[in-house]
């Protein structure tokens, strides 16, 4: 019934990153789930290359490293550190073995999608040592890494209730991020509280429980990436926010080929908040993206023309190359904070001029856009809707210029979307008997699926339009209280 | 600072409430998961479709060309998510006024038996409430022939097949007459 040791590998994990992240404990957990997928990943390609490897084994060793690691990098080795990192080893050793036993009790499991079921196909035959190459477009889409954990299930089965652990990694991951954007404990709290509540009723979100698909996996990873970027932007240089930073790039990409575009936006704004920091912190970031798409990819034994082999691993070298460039051009006078900032908006806008011009079906896409997001087809019911309209009224309520937070992540969500519209035109272009639209009527269409991604910052930026709101009421009942000769000093907003 | 905290928290709850009242009942809602599966292991999950999922959906993912023959009107005997179709096929392509072909009146139950056990093999079931009485739950399995994935202008057949079993099937696995 439990996977005892995978359940052990994880709340090592957990113990290690406990104690490596001491700077955002609460995104320690999310980071364990990560470091999961990836070391997972990294063992069932080394078992691939040489399939005497026990992929248990090696996933124990793995986690008992970063667990070591944690403890020397410790600087006050104290007990308190270590009990209460084990603490935090067992409540999440027992919240994956109760995901485990309920799962199972009650038949717990995805929805029924093509997608998965390929996943299913890929992990089974990884459990055996071997990997029956599909179409490259094919195999490069499916992944690697979603398969590759998978696969650690007991012989023959997925590894059963492991998905809503990732799940409950990406709402933790969210409220980190908040933790961080919204200082007013009462509004991040009650606000939190409240979207979840209105999330697990929004089928689309809830489906995403037991999806198997990497859907929830990007969510978390968001919530970190963004977390590392506000932290940067903000001047909070740590090398644990690097870290983590570095390790949520890594698992994108040892999931799919697609996630380096879907990345892309954060990358580069990472890169630039990070300016100051050494070169190699920097091209750190751009390896952490390329080089684990690249390993897999050529393990899987995909090829390039001409080049075959050495295909991948070439690019992964010249996206670096690319990195050191960009981060060369970031040194130019014009470059600024508000530069970065806008960019998402020009890229979104030029790529839905893009697609104005040369999709036949652009607005057939907008329609079924429209029609999934707010007339229910895509499972979203009332959610956008009402997450609008609470925007709207938050912005009035709480008017005043964008905070440099917000500023960051409304460039994040526009040039996320950007690159989402440009991943599903890919998609497009390589079946030919989709119309080249970026959206289609149903909760199976990629972008609406995908939709998860924003989240994180789509909450983040409604809970903090309500803390202006409540910093602007309190500011008002001040300044009330003052011309009533009441007295009592004003508070400085943020 | 109280006032302001039970305002704050109050007007969160109910815009909450409101979002998540309106999610329930409001917009249309399939499933969210696969309940009782009979099995973890990765080959029957995928040889026996043992995962679910709504017919609606499968639709609009595997029959985005295609033509609903006769999933029958909502509340007079036709499927209760027929006319969400229309949004995606339009009038042309939905024949809402068709009604639900019965195979029990025109097959032995042998054969019934034997083609429930083809749906069961190559479908994905899910559970919606019953075309001829909405309180009640029936089985609906959706299935086609997997050649014709994508295909332009497929035409969706609406049968019963048991007291509480409905399918979808595509014209090549049953032939009915009419247009939509």
């Known amino acids: ?494 | 600072m109280r006032k302001q905290t039970l305002v704050f928290t109050v007007t969160s709850l109910i815009v909450a409430g409101l979002a998540v009242a309106l999610n329930l009942v409001a917009f249309p809602r399939d499933m969210a998961l696969t309940r009782g599966i009979s099995s973890f292991a990765s080959s029957e999950v995928v040889g026996q479709k043992l995962w679910n999922e709504s017919p609606v959906q499968l639709l609009y993912t595997f029959m985005g060309g295609g033509i609903i023959l006769n999933p029958g009107t909502p509340g007079d005997g036709g499927f209760i998510f027929a006319d969400r179709l229309l949004l995606k096929y339009g009038e042309d392509r939905v024949g809402l006024e068709n009604p639900i072909v019965d195979l029990r009146g025109s097959n032995n139950s042998e054969e019934i038996a034997s083609f429930r056990d083809i749906l069961r093999d190559t479908g994905y079931e899910s559970v919606t409430p019953c075309p001829h009485d909405y309180q009640q739950t029936c089985t609906v399995y959706f299935t086609w022939n997997r050649d014709r994935t994508k295909e332009q202008d497929i035409v969706m057949v609406s049968i019963r097949v048991g007291e509480f079993e409905y399918a979808m099937v595509d014209d090549s696995l049953v032939q009915v007459g009419g247009t939509p």
């Open chain 1, 1 to 494: 019934m439990v996977n005892w040791p995978v359940t052990i590998g994880l709340g090592v994990l957990q113990f290690g990153s406990y104690l490596l992240f001491r700077t955002n404990r609460i995104m320690s957990f999310p980071v364990a789930i990560l470091l999961f997928v990836f070391s997972a990943s990294l063992v069932v390609l080394l078992k691939l290359l040489a399939p005497a490897v026990n992929a248990t084994i090696g996933l124990l060793v793995l986690c008992a490293l970063v667990a070591v690691l944690g403890f020397i990098l410790l600087k006050e080795k104290s007990w308190i550190s270590v009990v209460t990192a084990l603490g935090a080893a067992g409540i999440t050793m027992v919240v994956f073995v109760s995901s485990q036993l309920i799962t199972r009790f009650w038949g717990l499991s995805s929805i029924g999608f093509g997608d998965g079921q390929t996943v299913l196909n890929i992990s089974e035959s990884f459990q055996s040592g071997i990997y029956a190459k599909p179409d490259a477009l094919i195999g490069l889409k499916r992944g690697f890494g979603l398969p590759a954990y998978q696969s650690l299930g007991f012989e023959g089965e997925f590894l059963v209730g492991f998905l809503p652990i990732v799940f409950l990694a990406a709402l933790v991951a969210t409220y980190a991020l908040l933790s961080f954007v919204v200082q007013n404990k009462l509004v991040r709290n009650v606000g939190f509280a409240s979207v979840v509540v209105v999330l697990v009723s929004t089928e689309s979100v809830a489906r995403h429980i037991y999806l198997m698909n990497t859907h929830t996996l990007l969510w978390a990873i968001f919530a970190v990436l963004l977390t590392g970027l506000l932290k940067f932007a903000g001047g909070e240089k740590d090398t644990s926010t690097w870290a983590m930073v570095l390790i949520a790039l890594g698992t994108g990409s040892m999931l799919r080929a697609d996630n380096l575009l879907i990345m892309a936006p954060v990358l580069v704004f990472l890169t630039w908040v990070m300016r100051s920091e050494s070169t190699a912190k920097q091209l750190a970031l751009w390896a952490a993206t390329f080089f684990p798409f690249a390993a897999w990819a050529t393990v899987l034994d995909f090829g390039l023309p001409v080049v075959g082999l050495l295909g991948f691993p070439l690019i992964a070298v010249a996206a670096v190359a690319v990195g050191w460039l960009l981060m060369r051009l970031m040194k130019l006078d014009w470059v600024k904070d508000k530069t970065m900032q806008r960019s998402g908006v020009v890229v979104l806008g030029l790529t839905v001029l893009v697609a104005m011009m040369f999709s036949p079906s652009f607005w057939t896409s907008l329609e079924n856009l429209f029609i999934n997001l707010f007339l229910g087809e895509g499972l979203w019911g009332a959610t956008p809707l009402v997450s609008l309209v609470a925007y709207g009224v938050l912005v009035v309520l709480g008017r005043g210029p964008s905070s440099e937070m917000q500023k960051w992540l409304f460039a994040f969500v526009s040039g996320t979307l950007a690159v989402l519209m440009m991943a599903k035109f890919g998609d497009g272009l390589s079946q030919s008997a989709t119309l080249g639209g970026f959206a289609r009527i149903g909760w199976g269409d990629s972008l609406n699926r995908m939709s998860v991604y924003l989240i994180p910052a789509v909450v983040a930026l409604l809970l903090s339009r309500g803390e202006k709101a409540w910093l602007n009421f309190e500011q008002n009942k001040q300044e009330d209280h003052t011309k009533t000769g009441s007295g009592s000093k004003s508070r400085s907003q943020r």
